[in-house]
Structure formats: structure tokens, C-alpha cells
């Protein structure tokens, strides 16, 4: 082989050689841009006695389904009193683990979108809850950002339902992480909100203590998914079989392509 024709082959591997670092980076940044949403929190332990407490923070433009999907899965969560699911009962009794109660700044009547709801309690005297529910809503109030950061530091999960992922921004604690929210709000809410990550393309994102569901639907699965974490498998299956729910997405959540939401401009 001639010197000419050994440098160029040189040439050649060097080129290649810079070419699959070049594809290594790339491909390494992009996943870096896009945090998986599919990781597995830790199961969570029910309470040896007494129900779960569930909270739901609502206020004047709250969406009724934000609210609904997720209370009738907690609502209709049922097992037996040895940890079975519903539907093997045998005549063993019936235990329902789930205590669920709207909470408001007050116990003036919410207008949720035309359906008007009396919460249960005010921030005042609502009982401690282990889970708390974030629908879409417009109301804001210092009770309410009080309430819910001392009660978010020792509830099991706190959750968010379409835009209510904009009440968890606004109180900083969606810092740092991934989220998601209704897609057609997504973009604005990245804006308003640089220090979340906000991706679409996943019904929801649980970073264990808190978590963020999609829109409106999203909420059932996520709650099928916290039952999941607490009483496993068959018992949240058991649930969506009782709601005639035939939605999958609560087992895997993501409906599609994975990727960061950019920023509306």
C-alpha cells in the first residue's frame, strides 16, 4: 500500500471515528433533554388502622372532572379485610380504605363550572390528609398555599390534575422536576414556570411525594395508580373493573413520544 493511500485510510477511521462520538453526544443529550416519566416509586404502606384521608382542594372554577375521576377511584376502591381485592370476598367483610373530603377556604359554595359544591371542610379544620388531590381551578389565597405546604411535607402523595400542576408550580414544589399537564396548556405553563420540566406525551409523572396527571381523564388513571402503590395490582384492577374503566394507561403511562414542552413565546 503507498503512503498516499495509507493516510487516506487514516483519514478515513479518524473521520468515522468522530462521526459515532458526534451520534454518541447527540443521542446522549437528547435523553438528557427528555427524563423518563417511567420510573416506579416505592409502594406505600397503608395505615395500620383508620382510612386513607384523601383532600381535595378546591375552589371557585374548579373542573368537575378533575375532581370526579379521581374521587370515584378512591371512592370506590374496595377490599377485604385481608388485603383482598373486592371481587374474592367469600362472605369475608368489606373494607374501604379510602376517606375522601373537599377542602376550601371556607365553606362557601364552589361554582365548578356550573355545578356548585359545599366542601366538606375549610383549611381551618380539614382532618390531616395522606393524599392530596389538586384539580383545575382559578382560586388562590395565602390559607390556601399555607395549608397545603405544611400538609404536603407529611401527606404520602400530593397530586395534580390537568392545570392544577399550576397551583404546585406557583408554591415551588414542582422545582426541578418533570411534570405534565392538560397539552393545550402545557407551553404556556412551561413559560410561566422555567424551573419545571414540563413534558407531554405521558398520562402522568410520579416523582413518589408528588406527582402530576395530564388532562381532565388523566386523573383516573393516576389514581388508579396510587391505589396501585398502596394495595398493589389486583386490588387497583379490582377498582377500574367496578368503574367499568377500560383504560390501560394507569399500568404504563405513556401514549406516545416522550419530549420536553417548549415555552410559548
Known sequence: M??????????????????????????ANAADKVPAS???????????????????????????????????????????SKGKPWHEADGDDMVMPFNTYTVSDSLKPVNAGGLTIVPDYSFATAPKPQIIVIPAQRGRSDSQKAWLLENSATADVTMSVCTGASMLAK?????????????MYAANMQKQSPTVHFISGTRFVDHGKVATAGGLTS???????????????EVAQSTADFLEYGGELWKSPEFGQVKPVVAAK
Do not use: W
Not at 389514581?223 to 395490582?233: C, F, S
Open 2 to 27: 503507498t503512503r498516499t493511500k495509507k493516510l487516506l485510510c487514516i483519514a478515513a477511521a479518524v473521520v468515522a471515528l468522530l462521526g459515532c462520538a458526534l451520534c454518541v453526544s447527540r443521542t
Open 38 to 80: 417511567t420510573a416506579q416509586p416505592s409502594p406505600l404502606k397503608p395505615p395500620a388502622t383508620g382510612q386513607i384521608n384523601v383532600a381535595f382542594i378546591i375552589s371557585d372554577g374548579a373542573d368537575v372532572i378533575d375532581i370526579a375521576g379521581a374521587h370515584e377511584v378512591f371512592g370506590d376502591s374496595m377490599l377485604t
Open 171 to 183: 408554591y415551588g414544589l414542582l422545582d426541578g422536576l418533570t411534570a405534565t399537564t392538560h397539552h
Open 219 to 233: 386523573g383516573i388513571d393516576l389514581a388508579l395508580h396510587i391505589v396501585e402503590r398502596y394495595y398493589g395490582r
